[in-house]
């Protein structure tokens, strides 16, 4: 794919707009992975807001939550979608039958709530499930569908998160395009997140994905993420298994979705918060922190801010990355590869899963990697924007990387003159003297 010329690609997605067979859902959403935050993983299905106002599932929180998103600088860096996930409900629908928030948490509506986000610059996110209730055991959409797609779309929700509990799977191929359908039929663009293929997952079923991809802008693939390495990288290897068939429907307009970003809370190290960044900016996945936007480390800020890995991520040919080498035995470290702007140009990925001892020797050729041209490429370690160089495709590279760790690289072809315009924010324009100046 990374030999493609520019004119390939743009034909293969005006083939993919004309054919049924790689149509994503059709509401001019998610072009690039969407960013954002969610309440799931940081604040689970904390209601006790006698006891802890501060961290209950309440329309403070999520106020609290925007403004910081703002004032912390995560929305200007792209994290645009802030969702409430589960409990946010009351445990009974009102006298029409329609959701509706619980009392005394949300005391002033959700639609008061999401002009408050709207009035952050941020979009709003919502969450529901096409069973009887959603996995907390709040109302779920069954026998609702229509009428909670436009109970949301009055709402002004921008993002629906769809899960799946309490549900018989073999309703799912009707059940979340039904969702899709209504959502249309409001006329309103609402991005939707779908939990589909895990459910099947779940139950032992394969995975159609390409009615996945018609009909959900971004699909869980795997179990809940938790705040742990072992939960990420568990992740990861799942897609590793799953690496071929994953990658060939993921593009603009729908993403694998391998479940938040755990960064910025408590149970990853320095290293391994960079290695998730690092990894889910490879996979082309949504970027979806969950946690306390108003109290985070420096340092994990600065990763989730690091605009060269998130332009990675965002990178607008969509390709997800793969696995390109494997080095030592048991997977223990790998080494990825992601076709990127500008023509010609990948990402590299190495990440290293020891678990002890110190940093890992690492030795490979671009060829290797099947990235291959005959004038070599300006290497850049991507975190720092530290430039390494010019690399034939035979010469070898060297680098340490540590434990539990990654090492990042973008590779741009050295006959790309304007080399380091990629790492400027969208929307930002430059003049061509600061350009120089930026230039290696
Ligand atoms: C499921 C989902 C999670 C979260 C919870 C809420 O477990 O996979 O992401 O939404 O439900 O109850």
Known sequence: MGRHS????????????????CQSLNNGLALTPPMGWLSWQRFRCNTDCVNDP????????????????????YRDHGYEYVTIDDCWSATERDKDGKLQPDPDRFPNGIKKLSDYVHSK????????DFGSKTCAGYPGSEYHMKLDAQTFADWEVDLLKFDGCNSDIKDAPKGYPAMTKYLNMTGRPILYSCEWPFYNWQHGIKSNFTAIRNTCNMWRNHWDIQDSWQSVTGVIQYFVKNDKQFRSFAGPGG????????????????????????????????????????????????ILQNKNVIAVNQDKLGIQGSLKLVQESVYKLQIWTRPITPHGSYAIVILN?????????????????????????????????????????????????NPSGVYMITAVPVTYVDNK????????????????????
Do not use: H
């Open 54 to 73: 501060e961290n209950c599932i309440s329309e403070q929180l999520i106020k609290r939550q925007s403004d910081c998103l703002v004032s912390e600088g």
């Open 121 to 128: 610059g941020l979009k709003f996110g919502i969450y529901g």
């Open 255 to 302: 993403w694998n979705d391998p479940d938040m970003l755990v960064i910025g809370n408590y149970g990853l190290s320095y290293d391994e918060e960079r290695a998730q960044m690092a990894m889910w900016a490879i996979l082309a996945s949504p970027l979806i922190m969950s946690l306390d936007a108003c109290n985070v480390r420096p340092r994990s800020k600065s």
């Open 353 to 401: 899963l020891r678990k002890g001892g110190g940093p890992s020797a690492v030795n490979f050729t671009l060829t290797d990697l099947d990235i291959y041209n005959s004038d070599g490429y300006n290497l850049t370690e991507t975190f720092d924007g530290k430039y390494l160089g010019i690399y034939k495709s035979n010469a070898t590279f060297k680098c340490k990387v």
């Open 6 to 21: 520019y004119l390939e690609i743009t034909l293969l997605l005006l083939v993919c707009l004309s054919i049924p067979i």
């Open 421 to 440: 315009l990629r790492f400027v924010p969208r929307n930002e324009s430059i003049s061509s003297e600061k350009r120089q100046n930026d230039r290696i």
